[in-house]
Nanobody, 124 residues
Framework: QVQLVESGGGLVQAGGSLRLSCVAS????????MGWFRQAPGKEREFVAA????????NYVDSVKGLFTISRANAKSTLYLQMNSLKPEDTAVYYC?????????????????WGQGTQVTVSS
């Protein structure tokens, strides 16, 4: 069972940037697409971004396109999310996620393993 550990969250002013990281245990990191989700208080968990096994393809929710960048370093079993021009509405707990299978697409329903999350708070 893979373990996913997120880090890099914190408090930032609107317009600022943060880079989230997610380290995966085990040796199968590059076998699966990976993704980021977020959950704001009182709301359901929302898909943010996903990346294919070797980083060739990505997918983003419309609200973060051009602002957030997902990437991965397979040699380090690490997933990243660079977040620029942050807004108060980006405030949420951000979760790293592993796809259900190596053939999963990069959509919200294709992910099934989650980290514990890291809090991102954007002040206005």
């Amino acid at each position: 069972q893979v373990q996913l550990v997120e880090s890099g969250g914190g408090l930032v002013q609107a317009g600022g940037s943060l880079r989230l990281s997610c380290v995966a245990s085990g040796s199968t990191f590059n076998m699966y697409p990976m993704g980021w989700f977020r959950q704001a208080p009182g709301k359901e968990r929302e898909f943010v971004a996903a990346i294919s096994r070797f980083g060739v393809s990505t997918n983003y929710v419309d609200s973060v396109k051009g602002l957030f960048t997902i990437s991965r370093a397979n040699a380090k079993s690490t997933l990243y999310l660079q977040m620029n021009s942050l807004k108060p509405e980006d405030t949420a707990v951000y979760y790293c996620a592993k796809a259900r299978s190596t053939y999963s697409r990069l959509t919200a329903t294709d992910f099934g393993s989650w980290g514990q999350g890291t809090q991102v708070t954007v002040s206005s």
